[in-house]
């Protein structure tokens, strides 16, 4: 708790000014989704929709009973600027679920765009791990993207069978959304001032590099992408596959990058609702703006020994990073740029 009333405090201090007294709206409604939120004993909102329910304060509405597809749902106003936060649960299937709610309700009349904002598992390195030269990654940091990809329609790792080729032209497979609100995104990343680590992700990222490899979180774009899964992977192999299958996503996309220049995010999301809104622009003619932030709350592998071997079972990892407060702080780390875009629009 200590940790997040520290974190609490610098989101006040990047926020500035309460919500209603910056200057004044533009038009259109900012959805934000997210994964998970909770209230702590003082009434405050945690978990990935806890900084946006929180900036918008007491005037927030709660308008969670006309979404009874999604788990939380708050209406309201970041720096003058209608938002309307969603907690949508997690998973592929909870969040298609409450996209469709969302399209077919009563708020999509007046919305923009949807962006989401929640933590992952990253590679630890550009390019994987062991063997690559590629720049250290480190918890807190956060992937800018617009496209993913889906991982449980590819293969296997547990069989080594592959079932669908990396190619393989499912409508599924892949989920594209608006390159223009990630450029923006990625703008209002660069502004950010970024809070330091706390010393629990911090030695996480310790048992990687070395504590000579700490520094402040950074926004990564164009390299990296997620892979969404509802198995729950977490090795060197899988990183390997996701690092490829995102590279074909990416010559999709007309940006071509080979697997070792890729940092791969691991989710279980993105496809579920980008493809329904991907279905609903088709539906009603023009396609409906989507982009995401990604945090690192955890490395996608567990960390190595001295002999190059696997230091702890897959499990044991994740759950030590998550213990170690990556989670918590990546909550921040990821919803900081939203918070700035929002930010840098009410002062234009």
């Known amino acids: 708790m200590k940790v997040w009333i520290a974190v ?18 533009k038009p259109g409604l900012t959805v934000v989704l ?12 945690l978990g990935e929709s806890g900084p946006f329910f929180n900036a918008m304060g007491d005037a927030k509405v709660d308008v969670s009973a006309e979404l009874p597809y999604c788990e939380k749902a708050f209406l309201g106003k970041i720096y003058g600027q209608p938002v309307l936060a969603v907690t949508m649960f997690s ?6 679920e409450c996209a469709m709610n969302l399209v077919s309700s009563r708020f999509m009349q007046d919305t923009t765009e949807f962006i989401w904002s929640g933590i992952s598992g990253f590679s630890p390195r550009v390019g994987g791990y062991a063997g690559s030269t590629g720049a250290p990654t480190v918890i807190g940091d956060v992937c800018v993207a617009y496209a993913a990809v889906d991982w449980d329609l590819t293969f296997s790792s547990m069989t080594k069978q592959t079932f669908w080729p990396m190619d393989w032209p499912s409508k599924t497979e892949y989920a594209i959304g608006d390159k223009a609100l990630a450029d923006e995104l990625y703008q209002a990343a660069l502004k950010v001032d970024w809070p330091a680590l706390p010393p629990a992700p911090a030695s996480n990222v310790a048992k990687y590099f070395g504590q000579d490899a700490v520094r402040l979180p950074r926004a990564w774009y164009g390299n990296c992408a997620e892979a969404t899964g509802d198995n729950f992977w977490h090795s060197a192999l899988d990183d390997q596959q996701a690092r490829n299958k995102i590279s074909v996503l990416f010559d999709k996309i007309g940006q ?18 980008g493809n329904v809104l991907e279905d609903a622009g088709e539906i009603r003619g023009r396609p409906i703006s989507w982009a995401y932030i990604r945090s690192s709350s955890n490395y996608d592998q567990p960390w190595l020994l001295i002999n190059g071997q696997e230091a702890v079972t897959g499990q044991a990892s994740i759950n030590e990073g998550m213990n170690l407060g990556g989670g918590d702080f990546g909550c921040i780390t990821a919803a900081l740029p939203v918070l700035k875009m929002l930010e840098l629009r009410a002062s234009e």
């Open 34 to 45: 997210s994964a998970f939120s909770y209230q702590a004993d003082d009434g405050t909102w």
């Open 8 to 25: 609490l405090c610098v989101i006040a201090l990047l926020l500035g000014a309460a919500p209603g007294e910056v200057a004044a709206e």
């Open 91 to 96: 998973s592929k299937v909870p969040t298609a």
């Open 256 to 273: 071509p990058l080979p697997p070792e220049q890729i940092i791969a995010v691991t989710a279980m999301e993105q496809t579920g609702w």
